[in-house]
């Protein structure tokens, strides 16, 4: 019964956070001194981010601490997955973001490449239900938009009307 009772309030937690993370991406995107519109990944990225770096940190002291010859190589494990997936959020909540203007869009990646397709350019649009991504291809380059970016549906939108798609189109659902 207790572990029906972690599962369930997990799952809550699950469906709260993505409840949460789609109402944040309705939200208008940001717009810079240029006019430019930034979509950036909401704030829970970045803090669960920091939450899984110092579980990982809390799991080396202790493994530090009680050291165990044989609990080693585990500890060792966790401490990489969980402090690997948090700088991942962390770095994706800090630098990713798409740009977009009424000529072209750019995303700069968590190692800071940018990438940038002319609107003229697009060849296709694609969306990934497994990814959550929005694909944005012009034969050379392509540029990846998570759906959980803030201001998604304002790309969205300005992808249906500038290039004149539907989201049946680009097996794009709910918008």
Request: net charge positive.
């Amino acid at each position: 019964m207790k572990n029906l009772n972690a599962t369930a309030i997990i799952l809550i937690v699950i469906a709260i956070m993505m409840k949460f993370l789609i109402n944040a991406s309705k939200k208008k995107p940001a717009i810079d001194s240029q006019g430019n519109k930034i979509l950036k990944l909401p704030r829970p990225y970045e803090i669960m981010g920091v939450i899984l770096f110092f579980a990982s940190l809390i799991i080396l002291i202790y493994s530090i601490i009680d050291f165990n010859p044989k609990n080693i190589l585990y500890q060792f494990i966790i401490f990489v997955l969980f402090g690997g997936l948090g700088f991942l959020l962390i770095l994706f909540g800090r630098v990713y973001q798409v740009t977009f203007n009424d000529n072209e869009i750019s995303s700069k990646s968590i190692f800071g490449k940018i990438n940038t397709i002319c609107w003229k350019n697009v060849k296709q649009v694609k969306f990934n239900q497994a990814s959550a991504k929005l694909k944005i291809n012009d034969g050379m380059n392509t540029i990846k938009c998570h759906q959980h970016l803030v201001g998604f549906p304002a790309l969205v939108n300005f992808l249906k009307t500038k290039l004149n798609i539907t989201s049946d189109q680009i097996d794009l659902p709910n918008y």
